[in-house]
C-alpha cells in the first residue's frame, strides 16, 4: 500500500498534494457526475410539482403471463399512482369471463414508488448541498455524505426490489379490493406491486372452506405470493368475510416490465458503486483521516 | 433482568467522535441534548451564565440519531425521546441520563412533536412523528406503540415537518405539516382525539400546495396569531393563517440553504441557514398595499416585506463542516434567555444570546450578534486532562518517556485478566488489566512504584488495527496464540507468554480491518481457520498450524458485511454492503456464485434455518446496520453492554461460547466509527462480586456451619413470618380477587422458606425467577475458580472508584489504614450500564457542571452534591447499633478489613437493586397491589413499604445484617423514594457507601483516633441531631401500617370513608414531603434535619 511505504519527507509531501487534490478536484468531479445520474433517475418518476407541467402523463401497462391467458390486465400508471385498471379473468371452471374496472374517481398510490422517488430526491438534495463551492475539510466527512447518500440509495432500490410481504389478510384489508367499480366478487382478491423493473397484479381465487373440515389450518403468512392452499383465518380477515374459512385454490399470477424502472434501477446500481468508488480512494489514505490540509 | 453494572470510563487524550445530528435544549435551560451520526446522545449542561460543559454521554442507539423531542411535560418528567436512523425509538430521563423505554419500529421519523392534552387525553400523550413513510404516525408517548396515525385523503406521502397550533382564539389545536411534495395539510388535534382512540380514520381539514419544495420548518406566531412562517431550502414565504394567502416570499441569496426559523415575537422573526448564520427579519406592512387594487375583485390584501435587523454567524474555525442543526428556544419567563443554539457535524456547539428587543445600528445597517458560548468535547477533555488517560498511558509513559501512545485496538482476555493494545506506531502492550486500571487510577501506592509487569511486542511497523485471541473462542486452540493485524495488511502470529513473534503473513491488501474465526464445526485440514478481512474488501483465509493463507477472495466491491461457512461442501458465503453474496470454494480458491438481490437474500438467510452453519460472525465494518441483531442472536451469554453498534465493540464478535461466565470485572474496548479514537470501560459486577465474596457458597443449604448463611437463614424466616401477618390481615379486609393476587407471590415463598436461595427467588417475581434459575444452571460457578486475592482487589478497585475521596480528610485516612484500599488520583469518570445496550458515561470534567457544586468540593470525587444529603438521610435512618457485621468484633485485622468490604458491597449492591428495580419488579409485584390501590381510590403509600418489604427479603438473601427490622424497612422506604426523585444509582450509591464508611470508620476510630477530637465531637453531634427524627421515624412507621390494614379490616362505607379522608390526607403529606426533599438537596446544611422532621411529623397527626 502506497502510504505505508512515505517514510521519506518528499514521498509524504507529494501523498499530501494527492490527497488535497482528491478533496478539491476529484470529490466534487464525482458528485457532479452521480447528481447527473441521479436527476436522470429522478426524472423518470416523474416528481409532480417539481414544474408546473401540470400532471404527469399516463402510461398504459398490459399485464400478461407467457403460460396461460387466464388473467389479462391493463393498468395504467400516472406518476407513482394507478389511475385505471381494467383485469379480465377467465374463470377456471366454467371458463365464464369476468372483468372488472377501477371506480372513475380512484386511484391507488403505488407506495414503492412514491418512496422510492423520495429516497433519490433526498440523496439529490445531500449532493446538491455540497455544491462546488463546498470545500471538503477531511476525509470522514466526505465518507459520511458517502454514507448519507448510500443509505438512501440502498433504500430506494430495497423499496423496489422488496416489495412489502402482505398477509392474505393485510391484502383482504387494503383498500385495493375496494377499488373497483363493479365490486370485485368475494371470493377472489388482488394485489399490485413493483418487483424489481416489473409492475405485478395478482389475482388470488378463493373457496370456502366447511365450517367442519378437517383440513389444518395453514395460515398464509406473510409473503408476496401465496400459493394454493394458503388459508384465510376469519378471525383476522375482513369482517365481509364472516367467519367463515377461505382456502386459495388458485393464483393468477401477471406481469409487464415497467421500462423507466429498469432504468432507474440500473442508475441506482451505477451510483452506488460511484460512491463506493470514492470512499475507497478516501480509505486510501486512511492513515490522514485527521489530516487536514488547512 | 441482568443487574445493572457500575462503570467506569477510562478516556483516552482525544473525545469520541460526536457529531451532531440533533439538538434541542430542555424546557429548564438546564441541559442541552444532542444526538450524534454515531448513535450516542450527549448532555450537556447549561449554567445559569449560558456557560457550557459536556456532562454525559448516553448509549443506547445502534444508528445515527435523527431527531430528539420533549417526551412529557417537562416540569413534571424530565424525558426526552430520541430516534434513529434504523428505527429505534428511546426515552430518557435527562436528570439522571436513563434510558425509560426503548423501541423499534419500521419507521424512520425525521421530527416528533410531544403533544398532551391534559383534560381530554388518558396517558402520557402523544409523540406525533413523520419522517420516510406516509402521513403522520401517532405513537404513545409511554409505551412507544403506535397509536394510529392522520391520514390524507388527498395525496398521502411523506411529511417534512409539521407543528402543532395552540390557537387561544378557536380553543383547538391543530396539526400543520407540509408534505415532501410542498402540500400543506391541517388535521384537528384536540377535537380528533376520541376518533383516533377509537381507531378511526381522521382525513385533514384543509390542505394547500404551497409551490415550493424541501420544506425545512413551519411555525405558527403565537404572538399574533395571524400568521405562518414557512421555511423551504431555497425560500422563506409567510403566509395568513386564517386563509393561507401568500404575505411574503424571500428567495435565498448567494447560494445559501435555509436550514429553519423561528417567530420570536410579533413580526419578528430569526431564519438561519445550513451554514450556520442566522437573520432577524423584522416583518413591515408595505404601505403600497393600499394603493394597489387587486385586479380579480378579490378582498384587498396586505403585503409584507422583510427588514434585517440583525446576523449571527459562526466563528470560522478549521473543523467547521455542514450541515449546521440549529434551534431557538424562547422563555418568556423571567430567569430564562432567548437562545439560539447550533450544533455542528464537528461536535461544537454555539450558543447566541438573542437579546429581547433586537435593533439594528444607528444607520439601519444590521448589527451582528456575538457568540456568547461555544463549546465541544474535546473542550472537555483538553480542561481536564488528568481525568481523560488512556488505561496503557501509564506504561507508554515508562517506555520512552515522550509521548503517549493512542491506542488503536484492544482486546482483553477475560480467562486470563490480559488487555493486549495495539498501538499507531505498531508496538502491541500487554498487561494485568486490573493492575493497569490501579495504576491509572488510583494514587501512587506501593503497588505502582515497582511497575506493573507488561510486555511489549515489536514486531508491525504501522498501526495495529485488529486483533484476535483465538484461544477466547475456542478452547482448543493454543492458549498461547495472539494474532494481530495491522494497517500495511501485514498478520503476525504471536505467543504471548514467550513474546515471540511465530510467523508474519503479508497480505497486500490494504489495511485489516478485522480478524475472525471459523466456529468450532468449521475445520480445513483439522483446524479451525482465520479470516481477515482486509481494507481492499478482500477476504483472506488463513492456517496457522501450517502457517499458510487458503485462500485470498478478493472480487468483492463492496465493504464485507457478513461471513458464513458451509462445513460440508467448504464454502465461504461471503455477504457484502449492497446485498450481494459471493460463494467461495475454499479448496479451488474459486468463485463458485455471484448473486444479487432477492436470490443473495435467500442464500443468506437459507443457511440461518439449514443448520448447516453453526455460527454468523459478522463483521465490525464501517456501517455496522445489521450487526447488533445477528450478534445477539448468535451469542445470547454476553456480559455488560457489548452489541453496541455504531461503535466498534471488539470484544462483541469474540464472545460465543456458553462455557463464558459473568465476572466481577470486565475491560470493554470501545471504538468509534470514522475514527480511529478509542476508549476503555471498566465495568464491575456488584451482584458477580458479592457472590464471589461471600465466604460460603450460597447454594451450600448446610448453613448453620457458616455464620453469614445461618444469618440469612434466621432473617429469611422472620420475615416470612412478618409477612404472613400482615398478609392474612389484608386478606381478610380485600376482595378475594385482589387478595390473591396479593397473596399469590408470598404464599409461593412461604412455601419454600426455609430454603433460602429458592426464597428469594420466588419473591422476586414469578418472570425474574425463572431466567435465575435458567441462568444458575447454565453458568458453572465461577466462584471457585476465580483467585481470590484478584477478587479482593477488584473489590477495593471497585470501592476506591466510588469513594468520594477528599470529603473529609480523616475519613479518606481511615480509609486507606483500615480497609487498605489506595485513594483515587482524582474524580473519574463513572458510568452506569442499565443492561446490554444502554449504559451511560460521564465525561472528563462532570463534577464541574453540577451547579449545586460548590467550590470546595472541586477536584473530589463526588457525583453531585446531591450525594452529601443523601447520605445525611441515610445516616439519619440508620439504627443506633450501627450496622458493623459481628465478625469484625475479633481484632484479626486482616479479616476485618475483607469482612467489612464485603459490607459494604453487600449495602451497594442492595441499593443498586432497589434503586434499579422499579421498572419490572415493581410492576409485577405493584400489579398485585394495584387492586387493592384502586379499591381505595387512592395512593398510599403503605402499599409501597409492604411492597418493598418482600423485595427487600428477597434481596437480603445472603447479607450480614443486623439491624431491626423497622430500620431496614425505614431504609427501604428511604431508598425507593430516592428512586421515585429520580436519583441516579450512582449518587445513591455513593450516598450509601458515604454513610456506611463514616459509620463504620467512626466505631472504628474510637481506638486510633482519640488525635481528632474535633472530628468525634462532630460527629457526637450529628448523633444527637439524629435521634429524634429516628424515634418518630419508627413510631411513624407502626402508624401507618396500622392505617394501611385498618381501613382492609373493616370495609363498611362510614370507615371507608375516613380511610379515604385519611389517606387523602397523607398524600398530600407525601407531596409536601417531596416538595421538602426537592427543596433539601437545593439548600446544603443546617436546615436538612427540619425539613426531615417536618416531613415525618404529620404524618403522626393524622
Known amino acids: 500500500m502506497a502510504t505505508v511505504m512515505a517514510t521519506t519527507a518528499a514521498e509524504r509531501a507529494v501523498l499530501e498534494e494527492e490527497f488535497r487534490w482528491l478533496l478539491h478536484d476529484e470529490v466534487h468531479a464525482v458528485l457532479k457526475q452521480l447528481q447527473d445520474i441521479l436527476k436522470e433517475a429522478s426524472l423518470r418518476f416523474t416528481l409532480p410539482g417539481s414544474g408546473t407541467e401540470g400532471p404527469a402523463k399516463q402510461e398504459n ?20 399512482a394507478l389511475s385505471q385498471a381494467d383485469v379480465n379473468l377467465k374463470m377456471p371452471r366454467n371458463n365464464q369471463l369476468l372483468h372488472f374496472a377501477f371506480r372513475e374517481d380512484k386511484q391507488w398510490k403505488l407506495q414503492q414508488i412514491q418512496d422510492a422517488r423520495n429516497h433519490v430526491s433526498q440523496a439529490i438534495y445531500l449532493l446538491t448541498s455540497r455544491d462546488q463551492s463546498y470545500q471538503f475539510k477531511t ?18 432500490r430495497n423499496r423496489l426490489t422488496t416489495p412489502a ?35 405485478c397484479l395478482t389475482v388470488y381465487q378463493l373457496h370456502a372452506l366447511q365450517p367442519n373440515s378437517t383440513k389444518n389450518f395453514r395460515p398464509a403468512g406473510g409473503a408476496v405470493l401465496h400459493s394454493p392452499g394458503a388459508m384465510l383465518d376469519p378471525l383476522t380477515a375482513h369482517s365481509e368475510w364472516g367467519s367463515q374459512r377461505l382456502e386459495v385454490s388458485h393464483v393468477h399470477k401477471v406481469e409487464c416490465v415497467i421500462p423507466w424502472l429498469n432504468d432507474a434501477l440500473v442508475y441506482f446500481t451505477v451510483s452506488l458503486q460511484l460512491c463506493q468508488q470514492l470512499k475507497d480512494k478516501i480509505s486510501v489514505f486512511s492513515s490522514y483521516w485527521s489530516y487536514r490540509p488547512f | 433482568m441482568r443487574t445493572s453494572l457500575q462503570a467506569v470510563a477510562l478516556w483516552g487524550q482525544k473525545a469520541p467522535p460526536h457529531s451532531i445530528t440533533a439538538i434541542m435544549i430542555t424546557d429548564d435551560q438546564r441541559t442541552i441534548v444532542t444526538g450524534s451520526q454515531e448513535g450516542q446522545l450527549c448532555l450537556w449542561n447549561l449554567s445559569h451564565e449560558l456557560k457550557i460543559s459536556a456532562k454525559e454521554l448516553l448509549f443506547g442507539h445502534s444508528a445515527s440519531v435523527t431527531c430528539l423531542a420533549r417526551a412529557r411535560d417537562f416540569s413534571k418528567q424530565p424525558y426526552i425521546v430520541s430516534a434513529a436512523e434504523n428505527g429505534e425509538m428511546c426515552v430518557w430521563n435527562v436528570t439522571n441520563g436513563q434510558c425509560v423505554e426503548k423501541a423499534t419500529l419500521p419507521y424512520r421519523h425525521t421530527a416528533i412533536c410531544y403533544y398532551h392534552c391534559s383534560f381530554r387525553m388518558t396517558g402520557e400523550g402523544w409523540l406525533l412523528c413523520c419522517g420516510e413513510y406516509q402521513d403522520v404516525l401517532i405513537i404513545d408517548a409511554k409505551t412507544l406503540a403506535v397509536v394510529h396515525s392522520f391520514r390524507s385523503s388527498q395525496f398521502p406521502d411523506w411529511i417534512n415537518c409539521m407543528c402543532i397550533v395552540h390557537s387561544m382564539r378557536i380553543q383547538e389545536d391543530s396539526l400543520l405539516v407540509v408534505s415532501v411534495a410542498g402540500e400543506l395539510k391541517v388535521w384537528d388535534l384536540s377535537s380528533s382525539i376520541n376518533s383516533i382512540q377509537e381507531k378511526q380514520d381522521v382525513c385533514e381539514k384543509e390542505s394547500k400546495f404551497l409551490e415550493s419544495l424541501n420544506c425545512q420548518t413551519i411555525r405558527f406566531c403565537t404572538y399574533t396569531e395571524r400568521l405562518l412562517l414557512v421555511v423551504f431550502s431555497k425560500c422563506w414565504k409567510v403566509y395568513d393563517y386564517c386563509d393561507f394567502s401568500l404575505l411574503l416570499s424571500e428567495v435565498s441569496r448567494n447560494g445559501q440553504f435555509f436550514a429553519g426559523g423561528e417567530v420570536i415575537a410579533a413580526h419578528r422573526i430569526l431564519i438561519w441557514t445550513e451554514d450556520g448564520h442566522s437573520y432577524i427579519y423584522q416583518l413591515l406592512n408595505s404601505g403600497l398595499s393600499k394603493s394597489i387594487y387587486p385586479a380579480d375583485g378579490r378582498v384587498l390584501k396586505e403585503t409584507i416585506y422583510p427588514h434585517l435587523l440583525c446576523s449571527t454567524s459562526v466563528q470560522e474555525n478549521k473543523e467547521q463542516s455542514r450541515p449546521f442543526v440549529m434551534g431557538y428556544m424562547n422563555e418568556r419567563k423571567e430567569p430564562f434567555y432567548k437562545v439560539l443554539f447550533s450544533g455542528e457535524v464537528s461536535g461544537r456547539i454555539t450558543l447566541w444570546h438573542i437579546p429581547d428587543v433586537p435593533v439594528s445600528k444607528f444607520d439601519g445597517s444590521p448589527r451582528e450578534i456575538p457568540v456568547t458560548a461555544t463549546w465541544t468535547l474535546q473542550d472537555n477533555f483538553d480542561k481536564h486532562d488528568t481525568v481523560s488517560q488512556s488505561i496503557i498511558d501509564y506504561f507508554s509513559g515508562l517506555k520512552d518517556g515522550a509521548g503517549t501512545a493512542v491506542v488503536t485496538s484492544s482486546e482483553y482476555i477475560p480467562s486470563l485478566d490480559k488487555l493486549i493494545c495495539g498501538c499507531e506506531d505498531g508496538t502491541i502492550i500487554i498487561t494485568q488489566a486490573l493492575n493497569a486500571a490501579k495504576a491509572r487510577l488510583l494514587e501512587g501506592g506501593s503497588l505502582v512504584k515497582d511497575s506493573p509487569p507488561h510486555k511489549v511486542l515489536k514486531g508491525h511497523h504501522q498501526s495495529v488495527t485488529s486483533l484476535l485471541y483465538p484461544h477466547g473462542l475456542s478452547s482448543k486452540l493454543d492458549q498461547s496464540w495472539m494474532l494481530s493485524g495491522d494497517l500495511d495488511s501485514c498478520v503476525i502470529l504471536w505467543d504471548i507468554f514467550t513474546e515471540e513473534m511465530l510467523h508474519k503473513f503479508f497480505l497486500e491488501a490494504g489495511p485489516v480491518t478485522s480478524l475472525l474465526m471459523s466456529p468450532e464445526k468449521f475445520k480445513l485440514r483439522g483446524e479451525q481457520i482465520i479470516c481477515c478481512v482486509c481494507g481492499d474488501h478482500s477476504v483472506a483465509l488463513l492456517h496457522l498450524e501450517g502457517k499458510s493463507c487458503l485462500l485470498h477472495a478478493r472480487k468483492h466491491l463492496f465493504p464485507v458485511r457478513m461471513i458464513k461457512w458451509h462445513p460440508v461442501e467448504n464454502f465461504l458465503i461471503v455477504g457484502c454492503a449492497d446485498d450481494s453474496v459471493y460463494i467461495w470454494e475454499i479448496e479451488t480458491g474459486t468463485l463458485e456464485r455471484h448473486e444479487t438481490g432477492e436470490r443473495a437474500r435467500i442464500i443468506l438467510n437459507c443457511c440461518d434455518d439449514s443448520q448447516l452453519v453453526k455460527s454468523v460472525l459478522p463483521i465490525a465494518s464501517e456501517t455496522l446496520k445489521h450487526k447488533s441483531i445477528e450478534q445477539r442472536s448468535s451469542s445470547p451469554y454476553q456480559l455488560g453492554p457489548l452489541p453496541c453498534p455504531g461503535l466498534q465493540v471488539e470484544s462483541s464478535c469474540k464472545v460465543t461460547d456458553a462455557k463464558f461466565c459473568p465476572r466481577p470485572f470486565n475491560v470493554l474496548p470501545v471504538k468509534t466509527k470514522w475514527s480511529n479514537v478509542g476508549f476503555h470501560i471498566l465495568l464491575f459486577d456488584l451482584e458477580n462480586l458479592v457472590e464471589l465474596l461471600l465466604p460460603t457458597p450460597l447454594s451450600d443449604v448446610d448453613s448453620s456451619s457458616s455464620f453469614y448463611g445461618g444469618e440469612v437463614l434466621r432473617r429469611a424466616k422472620s420475615t416470612v413470618e412478618k409477612k404472613t401477618l400482615t398478609l392474612r390481615k389484608s386478606k381478610t379486609a380485600c376482595g378475594p380477587l385482589s387478595a390473591e393476587a396479593l397473596a399469590k407471590p408470598i404464599t409461593e415463598s412461604l412455601a419454600q422458606g426455609d430454603n433460602t436461595i429458592k426464597f428469594s427467588e420466588e419473591n422476586d417475581g414469578i418472570k425474574r425467577q425463572k431466567k435465575m434459575k435458567i441462568s444458575k444452571k447454565m453458568q458453572p460457578k465461577p466462584s471457585r475458580k476465580v483467585d481470590a486475592s484478584l477478587t479482593i482487589d477488584t473489590a477495593k478497585l471497585f470501592l476506591s472508584c466510588l469513594l468520594p475521596w477528599g470529603v473529609d480528610k480523616d475519613l479518606d485516612y481511615l480509609c486507606i489504614k483500615h480497609l487498605n484500599i489506595l485513594k483515587l488520583q482524582g474524580p473519574i469518570s463513572l458510568g452506569f450500564a442499565l443492561n446490554e445496550d444502554n449504559f451511560s458515561l460521564m465525561l472528563p470534567g462532570w463534577d464541574l457542571c453540577n451547579s449545586g457544586m460548590i467550590k470546595d468540593y472541586s477536584g473530589v470525587n463526588l457525583f453531585s452534591r446531591k ?22 468484633e475479633n481484632n484479626c485485622d486482616s479479616l476485618r478489613e475483607s469482612d467489612t468490604i464485603v459490607y459494604l458491597l453487600n449495602r451497594l449492591f442492595l441499593v443498586n437493586k432497589l434503586v434499579n428495580m422499579p421498572l419490572e419488579l415493581a410492576c409485577r409485584v405493584g400489579s398485585s397491589f394495584r387492586m387493592e390501590c384502586v379499591h381505595n381510590k387512592v395512593r ?47 449518587e445513591a450509591i455513593q450516598a450509601v457507601l458515604l454513610a456506611e464508611v463514616q459509620q463504620h470508620m467512626k466505631s472504628l476510630g474510637k481506638i486510633p483516633v482519640n488525635s481528632q477530637p474535633v472530628s468525634m465531637a462532630e460527629n457526637g453531634n450529628c448523633e444527637m441531631k439524629q435521634m429524634l427524627p429516628k424515634l418518630e421515624w419508627t413510631e411513624e412507621l407502626e ?51 427540619h425539613s426531615w422532621i417536618a416531613k415525618v411529623c404529620p404524618c403522626k397527626v393524622s
Not at chain 2, 870 to 880: I, V
Open chain 1, 61 to 80: 401497462f398490459i399485464l400478461g403471463s407467457c403460460g396461460t391467458d387466464q388473467v389479462k390486465g391493463v393498468l395504467t400508471l400516472q406518476g407513482d
Open chain 1, 139 to 156: 476525509g470522514a466527512e466526505v465518507l459520511k455524505l458517502m454514507d448519507a447518500v448510500m443509505l438512501q440509495l440502498t433504500r430506494a
Open chain 1, 165 to 199: 410481504t402482505l398477509t392474505l389478510p393485510e391484502i383482504a384489508a387494503s383498500g385495493l379490493t375496494r377499488m373497483f367499480a363493479p365490486a370485485l366478487p368475494s371470493d377472489l382478491l388482488v394485489n399490485v406491486y413493483i418487483n424489481l423493473n416489473k409492475l
Open chain 2, 867 to 888: 450525594v452529601l444529603d443523601l447520605s445525611d438521610k441515610y445516616t439519619a435512618t440508620l439504627p443506633n447499633q450501627v450496622g458493623i457485621p459481628r465478625g469484625l
Open chain 2, 940 to 986: 398510599s403509600a403503605g402499599n409501597d413499604i409492604l411492597n418493598m418489604s418482600s423485595f427487600y427479603s428477597c434481596l437480603r438473601n445472603g447479607k450480614n445484617e443486623s439491624h431491626v427490622p423497622e430500620a431496614d424497612l425505614s431504609l427501604l422506604k428511604l431508598i425507593s423514594c430516592w428512586r421515585d426523585q429520580s436519583v441516579q444509582v450512582t
Open chain 2, 1039 to 1089: 402508624l401507618q401500617c396500622v392505617r394501611n390494614t385498618l381501613p382492609l379490616q373493616t370495609p363498611v362505607s362510614p370507615v371507608k370513608h375516613d380511610s379515604n379522608s385519611n389517606s387523602a390526607n397523607f398524600q398530600d403529606v407525601e407531596d409536601m414531603s417531596d416538595r421538602c426533599a426537592l427543596e433539601e438537596s437545593e439548600s446544603p446544611g443546617e436546615p436538612r434535619h
